[in-house]
C-alpha cells in the first residue's frame, strides 16, 4: 500500500505570507495526485488536480507541483479564508488520503 | 452541473447496519466511478470504497468493518452497507464522484453523521 505523508501537521502563518505544504508518497505515484481544502462541518473541496492543474473557481493563489514522490501545495499570499485543513491524495489502484495539515492565521 | 444528495440513519446501535444513500442528479452517471468516504470525529479522511455502473467494486483493504456497496442505475443512485457497526464506525460519510480522467473525487455529498452508541 500507497503511504502519504504531509507535513507540517499545522501551520500558522500571518495573512499575505507564502504557505507551503509537502506531501510525500512511499512510492512513484507520477502525477496523480490531488489537492483539497476541507473547512469545519462542510465536505473537502477539490484545489488540485494531476499535481498541477487548478480545478476550476479555484484562485490562483493555490498552486500544485511535483512528480514522483514529492509534492507541494502553495499559497502565494495567505487570505483569512484560507484558514482549513489541507489533504493530499492519491489513486494507484486505491486511493489514499494524506494526515492532513491545518493552516491557522496568526 | 452534477450534485450529490445523500441520506440514511445517523444514530446506530453496535452490532447494527449502517445504511447510506447518494443520489446523482445531472451528468453521467455512468461515466464515473462513484465513492464513500468517512472521516471520524476530529480525525483525517478515509477512503472505503467506490463502484461503477456496472457494479464493479474495490474495497479499502485496511477495512476492519464488512463493507458493501451497490448501485442502482434506473435511479442513479448508489449505496453503502456497513454491517455489525462499533463504536469505531462512528464518522461523517461522504459519498462523491471519482473521476477517472483526472483521478481526483471532484463532486461531493454534503455528509451525513453517524453515531453508534449504545
Known amino acids: 500500500d500507497i503511504q502519504m505523508t504531509q507535513s507540517p501537521s499545522t501551520l500558522s502563518a500571518s495573512v499575505g505570507d507564502r504557505v507551503t505544504i509537502t506531501c510525500r508518497a512511499s512510492?512513484?505515484?507520477?502525477?496523480?495526485l490531488a489537492w483539497y481544502q476541507q473547512k469545519p462541518g462542510k465536505a473537502p473541496k477539490l484545489l488540485i488536480y494531476?499535481?498541477?492543474s487548478l480545478e476550476s473557481g479555484v484562485p490562483s493563489r493555490f498552486s500544485g507541483s511535483g512528480s514522483g514522490t514529492e509534492f507541494t501545495l502553495t499559497i502565494t499570499s495567505l487570505q483569512p479564508d484560507d484558514c482549513a485543513t489541507y489533504y493530499c491524495?492519491?489513486?494507484?489502484?486505491?486511493?489514499?488520503f494524506g494526515q492532513g495539515t491545518k493552516v491557522e492565521i496568526k | 452541473q452534477v450534485q450529490l444528495q445523500q441520506w440514511g440513519a445517523g444514530l446506530l446501535k453496535p452490532s447494527e447496519t449502517l445504511s447510506l444513500t447518494c443520489a446523482v442528479y445531472?451528468?453521467?452517471?455512468?461515466?464515473?466511478?462513484w465513492a464513500w468516504i468517512r472521516q471520524p470525529p476530529g480525525k483525517g479522511l478515509e477512503w472505503i470504497g467506490e463502484?461503477?455502473?456496472?457494479?464493479?467494486?474495490k474495497y479499502n483493504p485496511s477495512l476492519k468493518s464488512p463493507v458493501t456497496i451497490s448501485v442502482d442505475t434506473s435511479q442513479n443512485q448508489f449505496s453503502l452497507k456497513v454491517s455489525s457497526v462499533t463504536a469505531a464506525d462512528s464518522a461523517v460519510y461522504y459519498c462523491?464522484?471519482?473521476?477517472?480522467?483526472?483521478?481526483?473525487?471532484?463532486?461531493w455529498g454534503q455528509g451525513t453523521t453517524v453515531t453508534v452508541s449504545s
Open positions: 445531472g451528468g453521467s452517471f455512468s461515466a464515473s466511478y
Open positions: 491524495q492519491e489513486y494507484n489502484s486505491y486511493w489514499t
Open positions: 512510492q512513484s505515484i507520477s502525477t496523480w
Open positions: 494531476k499535481a498541477s
Open positions: 463502484i461503477n455502473h456496472r457494479g464493479s467494486t
Open positions: 462523491a464522484r471519482a473521476s477517472r480522467g483526472f483521478y481526483a473525487m471532484d463532486v
